[in-house]
C-alpha cells in the first residue's frame, strides 16, 4: 500500500480541485449511498483523501471515522467544515487499530484497485465489521479497449498507478472472494469514467454467487 503514498502526499493540495471535476459523479454516489446510512450508524472510511464522501454523508449517522494513508490529504481534509459527528486520522488500512466488529458499515471509495494488495484492506473491513454490517465499495472501473490502456499510461507517467484495471464484474468478484456478499451494484458517471457503485453484506463464509446473477436493484 505504500508505493502511491509519496504520489498522495504530494498531489494532496490538487486532490480536491481535481476531483472536482467528477462533481457530478459524486452527486450520484452521496444520493445512491444516502438510503442506506441510518442514524444510529457508525461508519468507518478508508482512503477518504480530502472528505468527498465524508463530509457530505456524515450528518446522517452517528459517528463517522475517515481515515487515509497519507497525512496531507488528512491535513487538507481538516480545513474543511464538516460535520461534530465526524473525525479524521490517518491510518493504514491494511493495519487498522480498531476492535473487531466495531463498525455498522465501511466505505472504501476508489481505492481498492489502487493498493497493491486489496485484499487486505478488505480482511481488515471484513474483521471490523459487526455481524451485517455494510461495505460501500464505489471504484472507477475500466474496460479493455485501447484508449482505457492509454488512460493507464498516462496516469503512469504522473506516476499513479493502477495495480487492479477491473471492470465491474471483476470488482464484484474481488469483494465476493473476500468475504462479501454484494446486494447492489450500479455504474454511475460518464462512459469515460464510470464507477461502479456496489454495496455488499459481510458474510461468515466466502459468497458463491456469481456476479453475473447480479443486477442492479432500486432500494
Known sequence: MDTNRQFWDGFSKHYTGFMGR??????????????????????????????????????????WEATDFSAEMIRQAEKQVYSSRLHFSVQDATRLPYGPESFDGVVISNALHVMPH???????????????????????VWSKSSSAKFRLWVLGLWGFRVYHPWNAEELTACLSENGF?????????????????????????????????????PF
Request: positive net charge; aromatic residues 8%.
Open 22 to 63: 467528477s462533481q457530478g459523479t459524486y452527486q450520484q454516489l452521496c444520493q445512491t449511498l444516502r438510503p442506506f446510512l441510518k442514524r444510529d450508524m457508525e461508519v468507518l472510511e478508508l482512503a477518504c483523501g480530502t472528505g468527498q464522501l465524508s463530509i457530505p454523508l456524515s450528518p446522517y449517522v452517528r459517528s
Open 118 to 140: 486489496p485484499e487486505k484492506a478488505l480482511g481488515e473491513a471484513w474483521r471490523v465489521l459487526k455481524p451485517e454490517g455494510w461495505l460501500f465499495a464505489p471504484t472507477f
Open 181 to 217: 456478499a454484494v446486494v447492489y451494484r450500479q455504474v454511475l458517471g460518464s462512459p469515460l469514467a464510470p464507477l461502479c457503485c456496489l454495496a455488499a453484506k459481510k458474510v461468515t463464509e466466502k459468497c458463491s454467487e456469481s456476479p453475473q446473477s447480479l443486477k442492479p436493484a
